[in-house]
């Protein structure tokens, strides 16, 4: 159970310090990979090589297999972004795209109904949060009416999705006013510690996907991880 503080640390001196042609060897990364994941190693090694021929259900059946593998802890949010999510909230309708483990829904809905969506929602989350709308929905097609939520918030999704153009046509879909937008700065490498499959180094990196912005656009490097912020 790693910190976010910890990993992006971590993620730094690997992404950062190590030249590009030992850190993409699977030479190098084998024994750190062997240490966190064991004998799924194998299944994290491969998967950038076989995600994008993967159906929907094969794709939700993988996170399923892997998901006890994955560091455990409630959010991959940093306080920073968590704070400002909270704080720019427009609206008293807020729907969470990629809940996770629910840790902001829970936050959010001290202040505006929320309705929150992942792949998978577990029996065990409901049970936790019966006060919380959770749905399972995948966010190339969200199971929402159009303009149905006044602020849309989705954090650590959008470097997991297929199609992120899709995705994110998705998300303003179902957006009334405002859509906030987290992802980690990242470089692309082959092997990551994560299921990642689109990285945003630099801030160009996220905007090249937001082109079809109609209203007013903020992005910031909050805490080593990139918020954008759109109105409609």
């Known amino acids: ?63 399923e297999s892997l998901e006890s593998a994955h560091i455990q802890r409630d959010t991959d949010l940093n306080e920073v972004c968590t704070e400002e999510i909270l704080n720019n909230i427009s609206g008293g309708h807020v729907l969470e795209v990629g809940c996770g483990r629910v840790y902001l829904a829970k936050r959010i809905e001290a202040k505006a109904k929320i309705t929150a969506c992942d792949m998978v929602i577990s029996d ?3 049970n936790r949060y019966p006060t919380i709308d959770l749905r399972e929905a995948d966010i190339e ?48 490498y082959k092997y990551t510690f994560d299921l ?3 990285f945003f180094p630099y801030k160009w990196s996220l ?15 909050l805490g080593g991880d990139w918020y954008y912020q759109e109105d409609l």
């Open 1 to 63: 159970m790693l910190s976010r503080k910890v990993t992006t640390r971590i993620a730094f001196v690997l992404d950062e310090l190590i030249p590009p042609i030992v850190r993409d060897s699977r030479w190098f990364m084998w024994i750190p990979f062997r240490i966190l994941f064991g004998d799924k190693s194998a299944e994290f090694f491969d998967f950038k090589d076989r995600v994008f021929d993967m159906s929907f259900d094969d794709f939700k059946g993988t996170y």
């Open 124 to 126: 065990a989350l409901r």
């Open 141 to 188: 097609n969200l199971p929402f009416g159009d303009n149905e939520f006044d602020t849309v918030v989705s954090t650590h999704t959008l470097e997991h999705v297929l199609d992120i153009k899709k995705a994110i046509s998705e998300l303003r879909r179902v957006t009334r006013k405002r859509l906030i937008i987290v992802v980690p700065k990242q470089r692309a």
């Open 196 to 198: 990642h499959v689109h």
């Open 207 to 221: 905007l090249a996907y937001m082109t079809e912005a109609t209203g007013s656009r903020d992005i910031r490097l």
